[in-house]
């Protein structure tokens, strides 16, 4: 492979942008990547930033702002479980409650052991 500008010199790299062998004279290091001229080294810096910025758009490797699911769906589940054992408990006819009630505890348990685990990493919520 040889440079694209300069015939005879072994490429080194190839531009991130337009995609051409540079040798080591054209080769340009910027924060995005290889370039082999000025303009495509702001493209690269540019499109670094613009890639940075999605990044943190979408909180990739940002503390997540609400609770995560393990916390969430044990302490709905959980909830649910327990309304329906109690419902169940003072109805006419009580038949699940001894077991809808422990399970509701159950989620109720795991969710907040979830919970604890969640705090305990340092994200605030
Ligand atoms: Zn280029
Ligand atoms: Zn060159």
Redesign the pocket.
């Known amino acids: 492979m040889e440079?694209?500008?300069?015939p005879g010199?072994g490429a080194v790299g190839i531009c991130k942008h337009c995609i051409k062998a540079?040798?080591r004279?054209?080769a340009r290091e910027t924060v995005g990547g290889l370039a082999c001229c000025e303009a495509c080294a702001e493209a690269n810096i540019r499109l670094h930033a613009i890639t940075g910025a999605a990044v943190k758009a979408y909180g990739i490797g940002e503390g997540k702002r609400s609770p995560p699911s393990a916390v969430v769906m044990p302490a709905l589940l959980g909830l649910g479980f327990l309304l329906f054992g109690l419902w169940d408990m003072f109805s006419d006819k009580p038949g699940i409650a001894w077991f809808m009630a422990p399970m509701g505890l159950l989620f109720l348990f795991g969710a907040w052991y979830a919970w604890r685990k969640f705090k305990s990493h340092g994200i605030n919520v």
């Open positions: 440079c694209y500008q300069h010199h540079v040798c004279e054209c």
